[in-house]
């Protein structure tokens, strides 16, 4: 289901696919897609998100043919990626075709307050435009 969920999938490719749907990857061609939890993606997801992102090109279920993709990622995660990779979780490839530009936030404890955070975040949100790593601190 992931698979569709990114790709899309044709017309009854499997029960309950009534018609034809374009996948996240489709519908935000030519933009930014945000992939929440990037760690917890299966193996054969990695593989799979890999390929579009390195060929631009997707196949959505039960489809025989492929869509062009050029999208954007933004990932994020709570674990760490790196460890992940060591131990063979997490795809090295994937990892470093994601891990252009990294910023690490503090956990947002209740006790801290909503708007104390999202402050921090905003503002450390403007480091995407610097080539370095920013820390969350």
Avoid at 1 to 26: C, D, N, P, V
Avoid at 51 to 72: C, H, I, M, S, Y
Wanted: overall charge positive; charged content about 30%.
């Amino acid at each position: 289901m992931l698979k569709s969920e990114l790709f899309g999938h044709a017309s009854g490719a499997f029960t309950g696919a009534q018609r034809a749907r374009r996948g996240l990857m489709i519908e935000a061609h030519g933009g930014t897609l945000l992939l929440d939890e990037i760690g917890e993606l299966p193996a054969d997801m990695q593989a799979k998100l890999l390929r579009a992102l390195q060929d631009g090109r997707g196949r959505p279920v039960g489809a025989n043919f492929e869509r062009t993709v050029d999208v954007r990622i933004v990932a994020a995660t709570n674990r760490d990626l790196e460890q992940d990779v060591a131990r063979k979780v997490f795809r090295e490839d994937l990892f470093y075709r994601l891990n252009t530009f990294k910023c690490r936030f503090r956990r947002c404890l209740s006790g801290q307050g909503f708007w104390r955070c999202s402050r921090a975040i905003r503002f450390r949100a403007t480091c995407a435009s610097s080539p370095t790593s920013a820390n969350g601190r």
